[in-house]
């Protein structure tokens, strides 16, 4: 773990967990919860206007179902649904590992609320993870939009080194690495960690070009 001693004096990006969810459009929460129905606030979440709602919908795959799964608002103008890939075995699908909002050739599934049920046939993606950040957040760490990094996250005994984590840049996010419950839980991360952005090595296939900006960035702040 050297490696992760020598970028320690960079900086930490804090660390969020995301369990599978739901962006819907307005006329699917009208079709799901009822014409005209508002999704209520049940916590909001650290990206700016984002929030967990109150409303839940019931999954149903090919080979098994899982409910409670949460509503992310605001409405989107298109249908996502974000699962791990543990999820995608109980439900018997197979989705991509896509980008937000990149949903074709993404498989659908079948959505159940308590006013009705919806068919999508696409939308269904394991989320690449990504580290979100303002366009400040961008300069003073020298990484632009779609880069891709490296980053250490998780605790002592389990703690994992992330290849290819996609750089999100947008004056509406803030700092913040996104993983899903596989990654964190793989890495046994806990509510409140922070990730450590690394230095390229070159050892990442996908990778390999888009990171090298990164080391000369990294070298010059230690
Ligand atoms: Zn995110």
Known sequence: MQEVAYVSNNMSIPVAVSARHVHLTEHSIATLFGTGHVLRMHAPLNQPGQFAAEETVTLVGPKGSLAHVRIVGPPREEDQVEISRTDEIALGLDAPVRMSGELAHTPGICLVGPAGRLTLDHGVLLAQRHVHMSPAEAAELGLHDRQL??????????????DDVIVRVSPHYRLELHLDTDEGNAAGVSPGDRALLLPATGGSSGGLATTEGLSETSASRL
């Open 149 to 162: 990094v490296r980053v250490a996250a998780g605790s002592h005994e389990r703690a994992l080194i992330f």
